[in-house]
């Protein structure tokens, strides 16, 4: 699946934020007070990584056709 395949090629960290948010449901806000962090850099990490995951998913695309 491509997906996967994408979420592979991610730094373990980056992987483990986008499961905490999208499989866990954790709240960027949740996810700051856990790290440490702020809601911002959690939100500006998240959209790094969508960013990197589309990347990929598209790549993966043109290469299918």
């Avoid at 440490?36 to 990929?56: F, K, N, P, Q, Y």
Wanted: hydrophobic share 30%; charged share 35%.
């Amino acid at each position: 699946d491509a997906l996967n395949t994408a979420m592979r090629q991610l730094d373990e960290n980056d992987r483990l934020l986008i499961q905490r948010k999208y499989d866990e449901r954790s709240t960027a806000q949740q996810i700051a007070a856990e790290t440490g962090t702020t809601e911002g850099a959690v939100e500006s990490r998240l959209v790094r990584i969508r960013r990197t995951l589309r990347t990929h998913l598209l790549r993966h695309l043109r290469h299918e056709t």
